[in-house]
């Protein structure tokens, strides 16, 4: 069952949850340690887990009809394992949840308990029965991104950040990044998904339409970046490999849409590579201040 759970929160993405939040408090001060490291242990583990976790076990049919699922890509939880997985992804995250909320209490700090909660909303109805934001074209991207950039946003919100322009446009294009990458992701998917009955923006506009989409999302993030602090600028260079991977697909078909797959292989690595890159930033923005 551990072993079930490691690869239902999909090992390869914690840090595009946990870096987020780590990089916004660290930068911003003000906490103690303490939290800090929860904060960031649970963005890294709980939290994915309840996300990923969530959906592996409502996308099963679905998943067992994607070739790519059983790895790295996502767990195919079989139907006996199911329960189990889902009720950890819905208890592990309660601990962390709770010192959370009640640290928020001590200091007098609502706004962190509702982004946090907004937070939480949107990985549960991402996949949950009954929600399913992930079948509701657009919503789907809207609510994915939410997951990855409102880690970011608590953590601003925990410490008391100063919201300026530049600190809008960094989140506003972050947040057009988380977009574009969920639609990019959805291309691969097409052909499973319509076969499992799943509805996204993918199999509503086309694979093709869908990658353009993604890739102008992309530029758009970029365009962001410039109006953010000095030297926030030079992150707008960073879109620049994400726009270039996505429009090698530009003229992928609807029936042979699983061929991006190779472009989401790419994307997982140049997170990495991009997320060095974003530290260098950070850092350098840090030492000018």
Request: hydrophobic share 55%.
């Amino acid at each position: 069952m551990i072993s079930k759970l490691f690869w239902a929160s999909r090992p390869l993405s914690w840090v595009n949850t946990a870096y987020p939040f780590a990089a916004a408090v660290l930068l911003t001060g003000g906490l103690p340690w303490w939290l800090v490291v929860l904060g960031t242990v649970f963005f890294l583990v709980p939290y994915n887990l309840a996300m990923y976790g969530i959906n592996d076990v409502f996308d099963y049919e679905s998943d067992l009809r994607n070739p790519r699922k059983g790895g790295v890509e996502g767990a195919v939880v079989d139907r006996s394992a199911q329960r189990s997985v889902l009720l950890a992804s819905c208890v592990v995250p309660v601990p962390f949840v709770v010192i959370l909320v009640g640290w928020a209490l001590v200091t007098g700090n609502p706004w962190s308990i509702a982004v946090l909660a907004v937070s939480l909303f949107a990985v549960v109805a991402y996949s949950w029965a009954g929600l399913r934001f992930k079948e509701k074209p657009f919503l789907d991207a809207l609510t994915s991104s939410t997951h990855f950039v409102s880690p970011a946003l608590y953590g601003l919100v925990l410490t008391g950040a100063d919201f300026t322009l530049g600190l809008w446009s960094l989140l506003a294009g972050f947040f057009l990044w988380g977009m574009a990458s969920q639609m990019f992701g959805a291309v691969q998917d097409v052909v499973p998904d319509r076969e499992g009955g799943l509805a996204s923006v993918a199999t509503v506009l086309g694979a093709r339409p869908t990658v353009w989409v993604s890739a102008l999302l992309y530029a758009g993030a970029g365009l962001l970046m410039l109006l953010t602090d000095w030297p926030g600028q030079f992150a707008a260079l960073l879109a620049v490999p994400y726009v270039v991977n996505v429009l090698r697909f530009r003229t992928v078909t609807d029936s042979d849409s699983g061929r991006a797959n190779a472009g989401w292989k790419t994307f997982l690595w140049l997170n990495y590579f991009t997320g060095f890159l974003v530290t260098m930033l950070l850092l350098w923005w840090a030492a000018v201040r």
